[in-house]
T-cell receptor, first 111, second 109 residues
Framework: ETGVTQSPTHLIKTRGQQVTLRCSSQ?????VSWYQQALGQGPQFIFQ???????GRGNFPPRFSGLQFPNYSSELNVNALELDDSALYLC??????????FGQGTRLTVV | GEDVEQSLFLSVREGDSSVINCTYT??????LYWYKQEPGAGLQLLTY?????DMKQDQRLTVLLNKKDKHLSLRIADTQTGDSAIYFC?????????FGKGNQVVVIP
C-alpha cells in the first residue's frame, strides 16, 4: 500500500461528457502528478501540482485540467470526452522532487 | 527530450534470473526508476538509481546503469511466480517521469 488513494476505481462515460477523478496523496506529500496510461502503453505525464499550483504540463489539450487543494489532494477534470480518452488514469504523490508513489488508478471507459 | 525504450516480452522459469533492459535519451536525468505493474493495478516502485551510480543492489534486485550508452537494466534473482508483471523503467527530468512501454515478464512454474 502506498497511501495514495484514487476514486472512483472504474467509470464509464459517454463521448462529450465531462469527468472528475480524485486523488488523495500520501500523508506528508505536497506534490501530485497525473498520468494517462492507454492500453498496452507506458504512462504519459499529464501535469503536476505543487502546493496548489500547476508545476509542469505534458502534451495534453486544455480540456484536461486539474486542481490541488490545501490538504494536497487533487482532481483531474476532463471536458468533452473523446473515445481516445479511455485509459487508466494514475495519480502519483511525492514530497517535492523525491520518489513518486502511485495510486491504483481510475479506469475510464468512454463509449 | 525524453524517449525511453524497452523490449516487450520475457519468459523465464521459476528460480532463474530475469534481466530487463531499457535505454533512455535524456542525459540530464537525475534519477532512473523501475516500477512493477500487476494486472489491473497501479505502479509499484521497485527501486531507483541515482545518475552518478553504476550499480545498486536491493535484495533480489540489481540495477546496472551504463551512462555512456544510456542503458539501464534490472536483474531479478531467483525469479518467483509473484514476479510475473509488467516492468517499466522511467527517467526523471523536468518534474516528470518519462516511461518506456514496459516489459512483460511471465514466470513459468
Amino acid at each position: 500500500e502506498t497511501g495514495v488513494t484514487q476514486s472512483p476505481t472504474h467509470l464509464i462515460k459517454t463521448r462529450g461528457q465531462q469527468v472528475t477523478l480524485r486523488c488523495s496523496s500520501q500523508s506528508g506529500h505536497n506534490t501530485v502528478s497525473w498520468y494517462q496510461q492507454a492500453l498496452g502503453q507506458g504512462p504519459q505525464f499529464i501535469f503536476q501540482y505543487y502546493r496548489e499550483e500547476e508545476n509542469g504540463r505534458g502534451n495534453f489539450p486544455p480540456r484536461f485540467s486539474g486542481l490541488q487543494f490545501p490538504n494536497y489532494s487533487s482532481e483531474l477534470n476532463v471536458n468533452a470526452l473523446e473515445l481516445d480518452d479511455s485509459a487508466l488514469y494514475l495519480c502519483a504523490s511525492s514530497l517535492a522532487d523525491t520518489e513518486a508513489f502511485f495510486g491504483q488508478g481510475t479506469r475510464l471507459t468512454v463509449v | 527530450g525524453e524517449d525511453v525504450e524497452q523490449s516487450l516480452f520475457l519468459s523465464v522459469r521459476e528460480g532463474d534470473s530475469s534481466v530487463i533492459n531499457c535505454t533512455y535519451t535524456d542525459s540530464s536525468s537525475t534519477y532512473l526508476y523501475w516500477y512493477k505493474q500487476e494486472p489491473g493495478a497501479g505502479l509499484q516502485l521497485l527501486t531507483y538509481i541515482f545518475s552518478n551510480m553504476d550499480m545498486k543492489q536491493d535484495q533480489r534486485l540489481t540495477v546496472l546503469l551504463n551512462k555512456k550508452d544510456k542503458h539501464l537494466s534490472l536483474r531479478i534473482a531467483d525469479t518467483q511466480t509473484g514476479d510475473s508483471a509488467i516492468y517499466f523503467c522511467a527517467e526523471k527530468g523536468n518534474n516528470r517521469l518519462a516511461f518506456g512501454k514496459g516489459n512483460q515478464v511471465v514466470v513459468i512454474p
